[in-house]
């Protein structure tokens, strides 16, 4: 059928997938004066505004002023009866989506001269392809000189035994919730289910949470899993770690039931959150008629400059297999746009992305972690909270600034537990991406009292290590005794 269309659009870049990664690349490669089409399938702005970081963090919002309000007793506040209007936290939730929403539209992408249409695109050879526009209009036919995969992720729903007799939520739909749940079961303890898990049980749902894995956050530092784990169960989630779902025993509504666990145990819910990683959104797409191939997990494989095996296709954000975070996402939309647009060769920066995961306390890490410092040959340098003086104002002691430091003092990477860790991680990006080396960082003057004086001292005492070994302290030493000698 799409053979006899005559293509109706000529563009230098087609871009399929208007969530963050299709977005900055529509409006880079526009703004190069490159013809550029963008295509989107159901919203603008994609699963970070609509489904992603955009709702999770008003939710966490609302639960930390929860959690806040009721531990305010230690710190000589007593806010009684703390009352959570999940209706109204839900209103915040959706007012945050839609005060953002603008800034991801459609007509902000066409003001840099790019073209938007709202319909799903499939390819039908290595220049062409077809989109069908939503509101049912005649399909269109696009030939292109380059494409850009942008498609994103898609919640994985795993085919657990009995899990077909429920109607789960995974994080596409736990937005639309309009009832508390009493009762949630979360399945998998990654950024998703430790951040959502914490969210609903400070809103005063009562949260098992289910983890295969031996810890919560297994990305992570071991001791960040610690810290995240004691504060779960703090918040009253029930943290089963080690254990998997052997069967799901659906309940009579259609939506509750039992977990039945591995290891032996039970747990009744009235509704199951699925958050047990994500899958690429390739369904339909037409790869077969182009040659892109997927790696081993069926993501789209692209090289350094995210070019896929098709020389005239590239691929960016999570459709593309690389770390799943909208500032990735955009970092190589943009940088796939380049090079597609102007024929460069840039290449993808996997050392100095930093993460964050929203819980409290906050987990963030960028570059060299220190469980890989000894075998890199480097040191790392450590600042726990309690010696943090804006820590202890604030009774949140939880928590570690660490740094990862090379032979000639650059710092190499970090980890960073505790409130606003997200805030202070930028700082160590920059020294990880630049090369920054701990004097340079001690030598600047930091705020106090900030968290990220602890950063401040961290490097410190790696300059103090530095400046109590060998040749420069034999210097040092040797000019005290001058001084001391010549003010004799
Ligand atoms: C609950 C949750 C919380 C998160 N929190 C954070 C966070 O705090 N910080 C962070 O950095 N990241 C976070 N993330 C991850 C972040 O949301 C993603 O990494 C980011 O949205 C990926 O952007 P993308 O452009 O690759 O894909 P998407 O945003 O998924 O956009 C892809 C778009 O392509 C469209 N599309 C798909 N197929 C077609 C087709 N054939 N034709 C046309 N259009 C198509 C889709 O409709 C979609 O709009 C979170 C994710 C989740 C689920
Ligand atoms: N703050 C952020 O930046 C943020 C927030 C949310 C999501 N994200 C992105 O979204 C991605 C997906 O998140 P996610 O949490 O769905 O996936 P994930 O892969 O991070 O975590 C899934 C967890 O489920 C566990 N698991 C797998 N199978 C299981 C089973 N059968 N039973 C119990 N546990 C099981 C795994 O051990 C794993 O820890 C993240 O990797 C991240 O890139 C980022």
């Known amino acids: 059928m799409t053979a006899a269309l005559s293509p109706e659009l000529d563009v230098d870049l087609l871009v399929i997938g208007g969530g963050t990664a299709g977005l900055v690349a529509a409006k880079t490669a526009a703004r190069f004066g490159t013809s550029t089409l ?3 399938a159901h919203r603008m702005g994609g699963d970070c505004l609509w489904t ?3 709702p999770s963090k008003s939710l966490i919002a609302a639960a930390d002023t929860a959690a806040r309000a009721r531990s305010g007793a230690q710190l000589g506040v007593h806010a009684d009866d703390v009352r959570v209007d999940f209706a109204a936290v839900m209103r915040h939730v959706h007012a945050a989506i839609h005060e953002i929403e603008p800034a991801d539209s459609a007509e902000v992408v066409e003001a840099t001269g790019a073209r938007v249409i709202m319909g799903r695109a499939r390819f039908t050879s290595a220049r062409t392809a077809v989109i069908e526009p939503v509101d049912g209009t005649a399909t269109v036919a696009v030939r292109f000189r380059q494409a850009i995969i942008a498609t994103g992720s898609a919640p994985e729903v795993p085919a657990l035994p009995g899990i077909d007799g429920v109607e789960v939520l995974t994080s596409d739909d ?5 009832e508390q749940p009493e009762r949630l079961a979360v399945l998998g303890a990654g950024a998703i289910g430790s951040e959502l898990s914490q ?7 009562h949260v098992t949470l289910v983890q295969r894995n031996a810890r919560v956050l297994p990305k992570e530092d071991p001791d960040a899993s610690t810290l995240v784990a004691a504060a779960l169960t703090r918040d009253g989630v029930d943290v089963r770690v080690g254990t998997t779902v052997e069967r799901v025993e659906a309940g009579t509504d259609g939506r509750s039931g039992t977990l039945h666990l591995s290891d032996g145990t039970a747990v009744a819910f009235d509704r199951v959150l699925v958050a047990l990683g994500r899958r690429p959104r390739i369904e339909g797409l037409g790869l077969e008629a182009t040659g892109v191939r997927l790696d081993d997990r069926g993501y789209v494989a692209v090289d350094t400059s995210l070019r896929t095996s098709d020389r005239r296709i590239w691929s960016a954000g999570d459709v593309s297999g690389l770390p799943q975070f909208t500032h990735i996402a955009g970092v190589n939309g943009s940088l796939a746009a380049t090079n597609a647009a102007l024929g460069l060769r840039r290449r993808v920066d996997a050392d100095a992305v930093p993460r964050v995961t929203f819980t409290h306390p906050e987990v963030a890490a960028v570059g060299l972690a220190p469980a890989d410092a000894a075998a890199a040959g480097c040191a790392v340098r450590e600042v726990l909270h309690e010696h943090t003086d804006r820590a202890i104002a604030e009774d949140e002691m939880a928590g570690f600034t660490r740094i990862v430091v090379d032979t000639k003092g650059r710092v190499r990477g970090a980890v960073i ?3 606003r860790a997200g805030e202070s991680i930028g700082e160590a990006a920059l020294a990880v991406r630049q090369g920054i080396t701990t004097s340079a960082i001690a030598s600047t003057t930091h705020p106090y009292p900030t968290y990220s004086d602890a950063f401040w001292n961290a490097a ?4 103090r290590v ?3 070994r060998g040749a420069v302290a034999r210097a040092i030493r040797m000019l005290a005794r001058w001084r001391r000698f010549t003010t004799r």
């Open 466 to 468: 530095r400046l109590e």
């Open 52 to 54: 992603g970081c955009v």
């Open 460 to 463: 410190i005492a790696d300059v």
């Open 174 to 178: 736990v937005w639309q919730l309009t």
């Open 38 to 40: 963008l295509v989107e």
């Open 199 to 205: 969210a609903f049980a400070r809103l005063g749902t």
């Open 417 to 419: 537990v505790g409130p």
